[in-house]
């Protein structure tokens, strides 16, 4: 652990949904983009897709056709993609390898392409057939104007919010999800570094039987420690926590003193009562602010930005890390090809769908943030190998890692022992003092024949 770890009292992460780090950051330093955004600051790589000739074949005999390939391109609408993209196993593996995946046995025991049995690298160049897919299953039109969103990204000037926090603070172009499949796979490694051989959300049955492993807030409770604490915070609107259902047979006992509000977050943040440890949801269902396709992207600007003003004025900044995350890709395209991953346990060898875990999901957008990190900061974590430092792919358990780091506490799993901390993050011997001004982007939501709830990725 970093003794500048020691400075940080109190975690604080949110958790967005289903984007991908191309779609929602990949424009952040393009040479086009109005300052600050135009060039990677202090001279450090950054894999975006500026001056990359990225792109994706277009299945035969669909409208647009002839034209061969779709580039990589920019976002027009705030509600982009405006279908929900698959988001299954078997969906990835199309998206990843341009297989054609059993959709219709997305919840059979096995598939017909287990990981294993693929190519190390995948080529990134099944998501526009995927897509496709998608829109007939939905009855929508296939024309190339809508099967051309999957590959588009949103530019600095659409998400300001989000562009700000990256540019001011630190972005993590090397952060993977931990399990190539949707939502509860994902949530469920952030907090216990597995998810017990789980893949797909459904059936949700599973998780009832089966998720009985450790999560981080139980080794905290039983650490019995005045200076250790957690809460979950998520909008009441939604009735009950999605972290609650995912662990429910380890947490159920937790539900009346330690779920709370977004007003209560808003409180103990700007009073400076936060716990060591916080986790916020954002709102899933009704007037989604979760960033979730087809949902609008302003209302989480608008979420992130509430947030990080409450956290700013409160009276712990100068001991606080707030980390935004999203839990997976969600079906959008990104470029960069998953890497391999330790798997978390034995459960994990005999996996739904043959995947063994030893292999990440695709690369989301995470942002760290904190006065002791210096502006402009693209975060690779380091690892010593001989007389070099290389880069090592981060996943969700990275912040397991640092929370168990920063607190003494046990690994829960193999895989996020294995996992590097991020507190080689926080550089600074001070903490900073300035305040990045933040402006959200004024809109009137327009109705959209698309945004109507999805069911794909049920909460």
Known sequence: MSNRLKAINHIVVLMLENRSFDNVA????????????????????????????????????VEGAERKTVPVGKASE?????????????????????????????????LNHPMKSLPEKAPMD???????????????????????????????DMLPILSTLAHEYAICDQWFCSVPSQTWANRSFLHAGTSNGLVNNEPYIN??????????????????????????????????????????????????????SMKQFIKDARKGNLPSYSFIEPRYLIDANDQHPPHNMLKGEKLIHDIYHALREGKNWDSTLFIITYDEHGGCYDHVSPPAAVPPDSRSKAGHYGFTFDRLGVRVCTLLISPYIEK??????????????????????????????????????????ASPDISQVLTRNEPRTDFPRLVPFTYKEKQHPSTRLNSRDTK
């Open 207 to 260: 998780w009832m039987l089966y998720n009985g492993t450790d999560t981080v807030f139980n080794r905290i409770s039983e650490a019995k420690r005045p200076d250790l604490t957690w809460k979950v915070y998520y909008d009441t609107t939604d009735i009950l926590p999605l972290t609650l259902l995912i662990h429910f047979s380890r947490l159920q006992h937790y539900w009346n003193s330690h779920f709370f």
């Open 376 to 417: 402009g900061t693209v975060f690779r974590a380091k690892k010593r190998v001989g007389r070099q430092e290389v880069d090592v792919p981060l996943d969700h358990t990275a912040i397991l890692k640092t929370i168990t780091n920063r607190w003494g506490l046990a690994s829960l799993t193999r895989r996020d022992k």
């Open 26 to 61: 990949g424009w952040l330093y393009d040479p086009q983009n109005k300052p600050p955004f135009h060039t990677v600051p202090r001279n450090q790589p950054f894999e975006g897709v500026s001056g990359k000739n990225l792109s994706n074949p277009i299945p035969q005999g």
């Open 126 to 156: 099944g998501f526009v057939k995927d897509y496709i897919q998608v829109l007939r299953e939905e009855n929508r039109d296939v024309q190339y104007r809508d099967y051309k969103q999957i590959m588009d990204g949103f530019t600095p």
């Open 78 to 110: 705030f509600v982009s993609p405006d279908a929900d993209p698959g988001e299954e196993y078997s969906h990835v593996m199309t998206q990843l390898y341009g297989i054609d995946s059993p959709h219709s046995n997305s919840l059979s025991p096995f």
